[in-house]
């Protein structure tokens, strides 16, 4: 094995601030096509969805289309669901099948996929060119007759479910045949469908336009991402009315609290919401207008910091419920699957232009515990969830060959045939490693190959064998939920230790034929509190949440774990026991849960003094208080505690400082000498100012942990 010449390491923090001369991305995703993945459970989810893809009989997808354009049906049957004939968002998976086709095709080259896109695409335009001859405008392509559009904009509330949603999913997966597979064609059909939809809405007023997206009886208003496609449509013609219809979809009722920073997404539908931010920030970064940029970051962290539960979805019957409010929100119709398809799209876009490691530890959260763990293992093809129930004693429940077709049915169909697209991401010659999935990276330009192995979250350890020559700098992830020393060895040789999680370190590397990084991360128990009730949390490992094993019983409250007794089992897959209620009950990672009951959230007992707790109360609601201390101040170099009173007796005391990712920041011993009032810590040199810290206080034979925010 050769060595590599020359290596260095920087360990860098992320500037937040963004201006419109950096609308151009800094970081950039790698081609589906350069990225396969290896066995894991991310593997197998993808083969199942593909499975899929090429079973699905095209001509009975195409029924309702070709009917509502007087075209034969071909002689094939109707399908049922949500794609039945009489039903109100007919026609809406469409675009799903084309975008997962399409990714299907770069990931495994089998030509299969992209011919079933290709002969779809082209049985699409034969009936967008039979509107005219149905009193249409020209560019019309729905399974719904126009009209239902025209009573819509006529604000009769006699309109179908959501029309404008059901063909923004054909428009986008035109763009992504065209993009993904060089289908000329889909670029017709989908500049078509863009002049189509400018044409309609043009003549109104913003104000009647408002009154169309605020009209959300049966949906009617939700339009999916039509201004994200619209401006990804501008991206490739330059058009100027493509990206001025991605404008016409501006909604005040949402944009104008988020451009202020206020959190007023109680009562929305959450899913309408979040394919219109992804929108925002689409035109951003086609305009440079730095207000819609401002609009998406500000709603992603409003929705992840106040709305989120712990397997990093959101909503509860799909609607955004009081900020903070998530123990007092569990039900069976929780974390609707759609929305963190498009959470996930908006952290994805985010990074690109501020690549701050939070965006990826979220996405790492989410895509295991919700995206993976949505779809059904037991099925050849794999369907997936609609709700995710979050209450005690909840069951998963999928979808079905040719019965379902719900939104999520149709999400689920991309969901699966992406795992590759955020593995890694590269910035000029510089390799980012974001997710530790099985996988091989073929770096076309630099004609280097890079091959994760790990058996990562059932083992601590990931190998990196970068194949190639050249200089390329390698940025890793360091996970938010390290609390330990992550250890890194490049060709054998230990590197210095990495003690600060939540960051990427750098190692800024020539390479010369062939090496390897080893890291070693290792994961450790986690509590997360609920902000309106901190008697009540979740349990997880590393990234991965853990999830009591309740089998047929239906548990009408939440359980009482005893958090001392949570144990690692020995074993090749990761599991657990603890002691809850009071019997021994199973644990294992939410995304392995199907099949049975099951409890998230519990009532936490005895968790122990050296496990750290997560504590999710906002920035803006702290304050600390501890019993017989009166004030605790962070000074310039030293933080100072008060006792009201004294002792009779001189106190040992020890302060600890966390970061909110769990890392020990500090360890200081002192003492509290008897009859004062007063003692001080010197603090280390490495805070940061205006961060949110963990201050841990043991004196007089107590402990107390509150946040404490550095100034």
């Not at 986008?172 to 000329?184: P, R, T």
Request: net charge positive; with cysteine.
């Amino acid at each position: 094995m050769k060595k590599f010449a020359a290596f260095a390491i920087v360990i860098t923090a992320c500037c937040s601030i963004i201006s419109a001369q950096t609308q151009a991305r800094i970081v950039f995703p790698f081609p589906l096509s350069q990225v396969t993945l290896l066995a894991s459970p991310f593997k197998d989810a993808m083969d199942r969805t593909c499975s899929y893809l090429l079973w699905l009989d095209k001509n009975r997808m195409l029924y309702t289309f070709r009917a509502n354009y007087g075209l034969s049906t071909q002689g094939a049957t109707t399908v049922g669901g949500w794609e039945a004939p009489a039903h109100g968002l007919r026609g809406h998976t469409m675009g799903h099948i084309l975008t997962g086709l399409a990714q299907a095709y770069l990931l495994t080259g089998d030509n299969r996929y992209k011919a079933k896109a290709d002969s779809i695409v082209t049985e699409l335009r034969t009936c967008q060119n039979a509107a005219t001859s149905r009193g249409w405008n020209t560019g019309y392509l729905s399974a719904w007759t126009e009209p239902k559009v025209d009573s819509l904009l006529a604000g009769t509330g006699l309109c179908p479910w959501a029309p404008l949603y059901c063909m923004h999913k054909t428009f986008a997966g035109m763009l992504d045949c065209y993009n993904l597979l060089g289908n000329s064609t889909a670029l017709t059909v989908a500049t078509a469908m863009g002049n189509w939809i400018y044409t309609r809405l043009s003549p109104y007023s913003q104000a009647q336009r408002e009154a169309f997206w605020n009209n959300m009886c049966w949906n009617a208003g939700e339009y999916g991402g039509f201004n994200e496609a619209c401006a990804n449509l501008y991206a490739i013609t330059g058009t100027t009315n493509h990206i001025n219809a991605a404008k016409l979809f501006d909604h005040s009722r949402l944009f104008t609290p988020c451009l202020n920073n206020q959190d007023q997404l109680s009562g929305l539908h959450a899913n309408t919401q979040v394919p219109k931010i992804v929108g925002s920030l689409r035109i951003f970064e086609n305009t440079g207008e730095i207000n819609y940029y401002t609009i998406a970051n500000n709603f992603w962290n409003q929705v992840i910091t106040a709305h989120t539960y712990v397997n990093g979805g959101n909503s509860i019957g799909e609607y955004f419920r009081a900020p903070n409010a998530i123990a007092g929100q569990l039900g069976d119709n929780t974390c609707e699957t759609c929305n963190i398809y498009n959470m996930l799209k908006l952290t994805r876009l985010l990074f690109f232009h501020d690549p701050q490691p939070k965006y990826m530890d979220y996405f790492e959260r989410a895509l295991y515990n919700q995206i993976l763990a949505s779809q059904n293992p037991s099925a050849p093809h794999g369907h997936s969830t609609y709700f995710q129930p979050l209450r005690a004693g909840g069951i998963k429940t999928y979808g079905s060959d040719v019965d379902s077709f719900r939104c999520c049915d149709g999400t689920a169909l991309e969901n699966h045939t992406k795992y590759t697209e955020s593995i890694y991401f590269y910035s000029g010659d510089t390799l980012y490693v974001n997710l530790f999935i099985p996988s091989q990276l073929t770096w076309t330009a630099k004609s280097i190959t890079v091959r994760m192995e790990t058996r990562y979250p059932n083992s601590d350890s990931v190998r990196l064998t970068i194949t190639g020559s050249g200089y390329m700098p390698v940025k890793i992830r360091v996970p938010y939920w390290l609390r330990r020393t992550m250890e890194v060895r490049i060709n054998g040789s230990l590197q210095p230790r990495i003690n600060t999680s939540g960051t990427y370190v750098k190692y800024n590397t020539t390479w010369s034929g062939s090496g390897t990084i080893e890291l070693l991360m290792p994961q450790s128990l986690r509590f997360e509190r609920t902000p309106d009730n901190t008697n009540v949390g979740g349990t997880l490992f590393g990234t991965q949440l853990l999830t009591g094993r309740y089998g047929t019983n239906n548990l009408s409250s939440l359980p009482t774990l005893n958090a001392s007794t949570v144990t690692k089992v020995v074993d090749t897959q990761l599991s657990f026991t603890a002691t809850a209620n009071p019997t021994t009950t199973g644990l294992i990672p939410y995304y392995r849960m199907h099949g049975e009951r099951y409890s998230v959230y519990w009532t936490l007992t005895n968790v122990p003094s050296d496990t750290f707790i997560t504590a999710t109360v906002p920035i803006s609601a702290v304050s600390l208080s501890v019993p017989q201390v009166s004030e605790v101040k962070f000074l310039k170099s030293k933080i100072r505690l008060t006792v009201t009173g004294g002792f009779f007796k001189n106190q040992p005391m020890e302060m600890q400082l966390f970061s909110l990712n769990g890392v020990r920041i500090a360890q200081v011993k002192g003492l509290l000498r008897a009859g004062e009032q007063q003692a001080s810590f010197i603090l280390p040199k490495t805070l940061v100012s205006k961060k949110v810290y963990v201050c841990s206080i043991t004196f007089s034979n107590q402990a107390f942990r509150r946040l404490l925010l550095y100034k």
